[in-house]
Every structure is written in structure tokens, then in C-alpha cells.
């Protein structure tokens, strides 16, 4: 753990140097997720769930072409830090194209920072389902954002379909992605957005451990789609989806529904139901049910969540109880739209 702590203050002093020469340019930004959990023995116990370090900011010839870098610390990746997103791109004024690796635009909750997201876990449709579910959500391609500062929103992309970096496209075809939202205005500052999002490629001996399990892999057409619509207003919102996988003639589905309400401006209570029904025989698909509540420290610099997980269909009908501690190194200042 010191280890990990003295990596991490080496690479905050080495994005923070650049940013005092250059601050027109360049900023940094991070969190950092720490967790209590208790349930199963299998996974009870304190953890650093995640930390996120980011530099992103315009380039200083082109003004026009911005740049992102991102790392982050998991324990799912044996405590080591790990390359997430290293990007460029160019806003035209109508939109926004990126180049390099990235979360290709699939899916309303992923396209959702995760410090955001008032769960202690994206929904197991989400995660299973994208199309880049395998490799940390990210591929590596380019992609068009359109639609900026309208109602609507387009996305379209073409990725390598295995999420690496890699120069042997042997096998392969590539992936493409699209994503198209409406939002309509209701009564007051209440509104809608509603949207679909849709990807195919080909793939040979693709390992779909989240789909098929940890034995089993795919070759064939893989086609992915899901719909989306969330409501929101001053003080509250209410999302949900509905994702497929169609491997061939087989196929994966799920949707999650999630509320999310503030009780005062530092308190809020959130609820979900989700299931996801995959291809793996040894998995056992039942309905997750999650309560919370949130407390917020220092404006949004800071929150404490606590969150009840139980599947009352499951055999064993597990229950987890989460306490969840997120702290900004330097908040961001995006909301959840």
C-alpha cells in the first residue's frame, strides 16, 4: 500500500508541474474510492476500489485539438496502475472527433463518469454488455461526437474491436459503434432524453468471459444494441436501459432501472432494480436489488455512500452492505445530464 501511495504522489507532482508552466493549456484532475464491505466471505473486507489520475487540456499550436491521458489504480488489476484513456480531439465547433483510446459511445450509464453515478457499481448489464466490456470499456479507434449544444446527439465510430494497442489486425474486423439521443423539454426544468445505441463486427475466438464464462469463446457476428431513457429535474431523475447481445443466434440481455432523489442539498437516497440473463450456465441470473444514501462533504469534493445489495431470487439470496468513501483531488465539474 505505501508503494502504491508514493506511485501516486510521484505521478500527481509530474502532471502538476506542467499544469503551473503551461495553466492555459493543461489541468489535472483525480479521485480516489475507498470501500468497507461486508457479505459473503469472499468479499468482505476494506479495499481501495479505484484511484484516478487525468491531464487534459488544449494543445499549445493547435487550439482547436484537445488531448486527454488517464490511468487508474484497480485492485481487479492486480494493484497495479494502468493506461485508460490516451486521446486527441478536434472540436469543429458542431462536434467533436477523437482519435486514439477511448469509451466508444454505447449506452447511457457508460457514457456516465463513474465518480457520478450514485450507485456504488454501474449496473452488471452495462458492464457485461458494451460492446468493450472485456478490455476496461476502452478501444482504440476514432469516433464523431455531433450534436453540440443542440437536443439532439449523434455518435459514430470505428474501433479495432479488441480494445489493444496492437499492430497484428490478423483475424479481425473492426468495430463499429453508434449512438443517437433526443432530449425534449417537459414542465419546468424537467426533461427527457431518449436514445439508442448499436455496434457489430465479426470476431474469431473472442474470450467473452462476462458473456459465456471463463472457458468459453465466440466466432462469428456480434451484434450489440440497447435503448435508453432517462427523466431529470431540479431535485431528482429516474434512468433505465435495455441491452442485448447477439452472438450469432444465441443471446444475452439485461436492463437496470434507477432512481435517484436529494432529500436536502448535502443528502440524497438512491434505489435500483436491475437483472442481466447471460450466456454462462454456471452463472445464476436473478434480480439485484440496491438502497442508499448519499452524504456529501464539502460541496461535491466529497461523499459518503451507503448502499444494500441483495438478490432475494438467488439461492443463497446474498446480501452486502457497502460503505463507500470518494474524495477529489480536484473535482471535474461535470453533473450528470
Known amino acids: 500500500m505505501l ?22 493549456q493543461a489541468s489535472w484532475n483525480g479521485y480516489v474510492q475507498a470501500r468497507l464491505q461486508g457479505g459473503p466471505h469472499d468479499v468482505r473486507g476494506f479495499s481501495i476500489r479505484r484511484a484516478k489520475l487525468w491531464v487534459k487540456g488544449s494543445t499549445p499550436v493547435l487550439p482547436h485539438v484537445a488531448f486527454k491521458v488517464q490511468g487508474i489504480f484497480k485492485r481487479s488489476a492486480g494493484e497495479g496502475f494502468t493506461l485508460q484513456d490516451a486521446y486527441a480531439a478536434y472540436d469543429f465547433g458542431k462536434g467533436v472527433v477523437r482519435v486514439g483510446r477511448m469509451v466508444p459511445d454505447f449506452s447511457l450509464e457508460r457514457s456516465q463518469p463513474d465518480a457520478l453515478v450514485p450507485t456504488a457499481e ?18 482504440v479507434g476514432v469516433e464523431a461526437l455531433l450534436g453540440s449544444g443542440s437536443p439532439w446527439h449523434l455518435g459514430v465510430g470505428v474501433f479495432n474491436g479488441t480494445g489493444r494497442d496492437a499492430e497484428d489486425f490478423t483475424g479481425r474486423r473492426l468495430l463499429l459503434t453508434e449512438r443517437v439521443t ?23 475466438g473472442a474470450p467473452y468471459r462476462r458473456i459465456l464464462g ?24 429516474l434512468q433505465g436501459e435495455y441491452v442485448e447481445a447477439r452472438l450469432e443466434d444465441d443471446v444475452a440481455r439485461g436492463f437496470y432501472v434507477l432512481a435517484h432523489g436529494a432529500l436536502t442539498p448535502s443528502t440524497a437516497l438512491t434505489a435500483s432494480v436491475e437483472r442481466l440473463d447471460d450466456l454462462d450456465p454456471a452463472s445464476e441470473d436473478a434480480a439485484l436489488l440496491t438502497a442508499g444514501l448519499t452524504r456529501y462533504l464539502a460541496g461535491q469534493d466529497a461523499k459518503i455512500l451507503v448502499e444494500i445489495r441483495t438478490r432475494p431470487g438467488a439461492a443463497d439470496r446474498a446480501t452486502e452492505l457497502i460503505t463507500q468513501f470518494q474524495l477529489f483531488f480536484r473535482h471535474f465539474g461535470r453533473t450528470l445530464s
Request: glycine residues 8%.
Open 3 to 24: 508503494r502504491t501511495a508514493a506511485t501516486f504522489a510521484a505521478l500527481a507532482a509530474l502532471l502538476a508541474a506542467p499544469c503551473r508552466a503551461s495553466a492555459q
Open 122 to 139: 454501474r449496473a452488471a448489464v452495462i458492464d457485461a454488455l458494451i460492446p468493450s466490456a472485456e478490455t476496461g470499456a476502452r478501444d
Open 214 to 237: 471463463a472457458a468459453e469463446t465466440f466466432s462469428g457476428r456480434d451484434l450489440r444494441w440497447g435503448g435508453e431513457a432517462r427523466i431529470s429535474a431540479k431535485r431528482w431523475s
Open 182 to 204: 433526443l432530449t425534449l423539454p417537459l414542465a419546468g426544468a424537467t426533461h427527457v432524453r431518449l436514445g439508442a445505441s448499436g455496434a457489430l463486427r465479426t470476431v474469431r
